[in-house]
């Protein structure tokens, strides 16, 4: 009896075990069944995967834990997986073809910096600031061919350019631009003739001719006339309308761009530093399309009966110094021999394309030394240029800026020198004056002395024989002379 008391106790309590463990197990699936009625519905992602996914795209799914927002199409979310793997891929690209241990800004010449950089450019024009991405460190520049000239840089602005990354928040594109950007100054010495194009217009040309007009122009330091006045030029080198970038409110964005211009030398291009060999020639061909000239080399014309069968004399004259005294006689004398003469006065105001067509008319121009000779660019090939060298041991001087630029721009250079008896000097100064008895102690006295004494006290007056013989040699150098 005591035994099968025992069994029933037993079994009674395994009973009891087996219905609490299915008490148990109902609650449970009572539980989940609840759960799956209320709780919200997550994509079939546990909350450890969203959070995956917000470590490698979280502008993506930062929006959907965060905002809750309606459900995204399945085609919707590849097509933006697919955008943010192509802009991961493009700057993976981008960051092999920059070579960030390269320089960005580096010395083109002794008289010009450039900064050249590609990838994500953005320029906030109005703060002088360029932005790049990828960019090493802070470059700043100040775009103007004249770097170590302390007096022209005080009237041009300096750029800043910034990695991007080092930006928190970077500025908004305003506006996309699909072609590279090329920044200069029109601050400097701009509006002297010889400046402009020496410092300005044929840097602009060697920098920018490789684009084939598919360049933008961003100008600082903007002077309305000054790009009126060559507008013609711009055109024929850029498709595109110039930019006043330093009074521009847009952020501005572009694959590239290059500040400052590339300066070779005075008045000329070095045809071994420019892609596929462009030259001087091809700047003056350039200036023949933009004017509309006719004339590519100094040579008669055909018909017996037309005037421009006569050579034609230009003088660049001057009024407030290095003025000809005597030019009425000039002229008729140079009449004399033959020539067909004209007279002009270049000034800031004078209209460019009406000059240059009468400067492109000429076969011989003769001029004091000054910024009036820089329009030698516009003589056709073969034609002569005769620089009147004034008093004062300027040979050095006249030799740089007009005489070595001459023969690649395939133009004959003859020079006359003034005596001591054809200059204006000899009538202010005492016989045994330094100035007129040794030029080369004011020249130690520095640029602004020597240019204070030779060039704006000076006016001159050739002797009229002597003066003739260097027309008679000009005359020898033409196709005129020589069928005569």
């Known amino acids: 009896m005591k035994g099968s ?41 546990t909350e450890k995967a969203i959070e995956d996914d917000a470590e490698v795209k979280p502008n993506f799914k930062r ?213 596929g060999g462009y030259s001087i020639v091809d700047f003056k061909k350039m200036l023949r399309n933009s004017f509309g000239l006719e004339r590519e080399t100094a040579a008669p014309t055909g018909d017996q009966w037309d005037i421009r069968r006569k050579p034609r004399l230009l003088i660049i004259s001057r009024k407030n110094s290095r003025a000809f005294l005597n030019e009425r006689m000039m002229v008729d004398m140079a009449m004399s021999l033959g020539f067909d003469v004209r007279v002009g006065e270049p000034d800031i105001n004078t209209d460019v394309a009406k000059f240059a ?32 060298v004034p008093f004062g041991g300027l040979e050095w001087l006249a030799r740089g800026t007009f005489k070595e630029p001459s023969a690649e721009m395939q133009v004959h250079y003859l020079e006359y020198m003034i005596q001591l008896d054809e200059t204006t000097l000899s009538e202010q100064y005492p016989k045994d004056h330094p100035v007129l008895k040794d030029p080369y102690s004011i020249h130690k006295q520095g640029w602004d002395a020597l240019k204070t004494v030779y060039l704006d006290k000076q006016n001159v007056r050739p002797h009229l024989g002597r003066l003739k013989n260097t027309l008679l040699e000009a005359l020898k150098l033409l196709p005129h002379g020589r069928s005569n």
């Open 63 to 275: 929006l959907v834990v965060e905002e809750q927002p309606k459900e995204t199409e399945p085609a919707e979310v590849e097509k933006e997986e697919e955008d943010i793997e192509e802009k991961s891929h493009t700057d993976s690209a981008l960051a092999s073809e920059v070579d960030l241990s390269k320089p960005t800004c580096f010395e083109t010449s002794r008289r010009a910096d450039m900064c050249e950089a590609r990838g994500e450019v953005v320029v906030q024009g109005d703060a002088q600031k360029i932005f790049v991405r990828p960019m090493a460190q802070e470059w700043k520049i100040k775009p103007y061919c004249r770097k170590h000239d302390a007096f022209a840089l005080s009237h041009v602005r300096e750029w800043t350019l910034l990695p991007l990354d080092h930006v928190t928040p970077p500025p908004a594109c305003t506006r996309n631009h699909s072609v590279p950007a090329l920044l200069f100054s029109n601050g400097g010495f701009t509006g002297n003739l010889f400046h402009d194009y020496t410092d300005v217009l044929i840097p602009l040309f060697i920098s920018s001719y490789k684009y084939h007009g598919e360049v933008q122009f961003l100008v600082s330091s903007l002077k309305s006339w000054w790009i009126n006045k060559y507008i013609l030029m711009f055109q024929q080198l850029s498709n595109y309308d110039i930019i006043d970038i330093d009074n521009e409110k847009d952020v501005h964005c572009f694959p590239q761009i290059t500040a400052g211009l590339t300066f070779h030398k005075e008045l000329g291009v070095d045809p071994s530093k420019t892609p």
């Open 357 to 388: 067509r009468l400067v492109n008319s000429a076969d011989v121009m003769i001029g004091v030394h000054g910024a009036g000779l820089t329009n030698m660019v516009l003589l056709p090939a073969g034609a002569v240029l005769i620089q009147v």
């Open 5 to 45: 008391r025992n069994q029933l106790r037993t079994e009674a309590r395994r009973f009891g075990n087996v219905s609490l463990i299915a008490l148990m197990l109902l609650s449970l699936c009572i539980l989940s069944l609840i759960r799956a009625r209320f709780t919200p519905y997550n994509n079939g992602k």
